[in-house]
């Protein structure tokens, strides 16, 4: 489409000074593929970032991922074969000053995202004590043990006696669960799910219990918070601006929490769940309804 694109613009009377001056440039074309190849490599890790219900070390772990690799592609001053081809016939066309400067806006590219990228990994650093969390390899008792002096100085106090003998059980069933490749697909709050569960009573994973309390209320990104948004402007319309605050909150938590079920599914449900049967066919709903205005007319 560049070409389309640069003969359209450039044939208007009046287009914006930025993209005329753009379009312009000799090397415009090689720019665009250059953030192509660069915005690619962003765009995977920001959708595994932006997951529902990711926990804050698999953000830090997706950060870091991105980070390294922009370290690697600054220090080889990357640029994929189609930029390389493209500026070689420009070069072999006498324009060695604006290949030369196009190298340096490579570099000048890589490390902006990479200052950019360590300004929002900075606060982050300080949950590295939770990193073992992941699951990934059997925990150390060293890293757990640092975790429990964090959490100490934060108001929540665990008994690392106790915490000891968890964290090999712990140990023993992520030894055995690594090697099954499904077990190892799964997002951190599964794989805590999956160990309290096959434990045999709360005495054996207590004080593990409060670490992920503690961990798993931490929010890794504001991406839920945004669709929640969404989905309240879709409803909230001009045409529905009557619609009570409260009604609102009714279908904002019907939607969010029920995302994943089926009509079917939720059609049985329904109809499975006769308290809730019994509440929809119910009147009281519009006997709070009438109550609420009479409330709203007094004030």
Same mark, same amino acid.
């Given at each position: #489409? ?44 920001? %959708? ?6 990711? !926990? ?22 990357? #640029? ?8 070689? %016939? ?7 000053? @604006?290949?030369?400067? /196009? ?23 300080? /949950? !590295? ?10 925990? @150390?008792?060293?890293?757990? @043990?640092?975790?429990?002096? /964090?959490?100490?100085?934060?108001? &929540? ?9 968890? &964290? ?21 709050? %599964? ?8 434990? +045999? ?5 207590? @004080? ?7 961990? /798993? ?7 839920? &918070?945004?669709? &929640?948004?969404?989905? #309240? ?25 029920? +995302? ?40």
């Amino acid at each position: #489409m560049f070409p389309a694109l640069k003969a359209f613009f450039l044939s208007q009377q009046k287009p914006p000074i930025v993209i005329k001056k753009f379009f312009e440039n000799e090397f415009s074309e090689i720019y665009l593929w250059h953030m192509h190849s660069l915005m690619s490599a962003f765009h995977t890790h920001i %959708q595994d970032m932006e997951k529902e219900k990711n !926990s804050i070390m698999e953000v830090k772990k997706i950060m870091n991922s991105i980070h390294t690799i922009l370290l690697e592609r600054k220090s080889n001053n990357f #640029m994929s074969l189609k930029v390389k081809g493209l500026l070689a %016939q420009k070069r072999s066309d006498g324009l060695g000053k @604006e290949y030369d400067q /196009f190298c340096a806006d490579v570099q000048g590219l890589y490390s902006t995202c990479l200052e950019y990228l360590e300004k929002w990994m900075t606060p982050m650093e300080e /949950f !590295s004590t939770f990193t073992w969390m992941d699951l990934s390899e059997p925990p @150390e008792w060293n890293d757990v @043990e640092a975790c429990i002096k /964090f959490l100490g100085e934060k108001g &929540v106090v665990i008994d690392d006696v106790k915490c000891f003998d968890q &964290v090999t059980n712990l140990k023993r069933f992520t030894e055995r669960c690594n090697r099954d490749e499904e077990f190892s697909g799964l997002q951190v709050h %599964q794989k805590w799910t999956k160990y309290f569960e096959k434990a +045999k009573s709360i005495a054996c994973y207590s @004080e593990l219990l409060k670490i992920a309390q503690f961990v /798993f209320a931490l929010s890794s990104h504001n991406a839920n &918070v945004e669709r &929640v948004f969404s989905l #309240m402007q879709s409803q909230w319309t001009k045409e529905r601006n009557q619609l009570s605050v409260e009604s609102l909150k009714g279908i904002l938590f019907v939607q969010y929490n029920l +995302k994943d079920m089926s009509c079917k599914d939720f059609h049985a449900y329904l109809l499975s769940n006769r308290k809730l049967l019994g509440k929809i066919s119910s009147t009281a709903k519009y006997r709070r309804a009438d109550k609420e205005d009479e409330e709203e007319k007094q004030d």
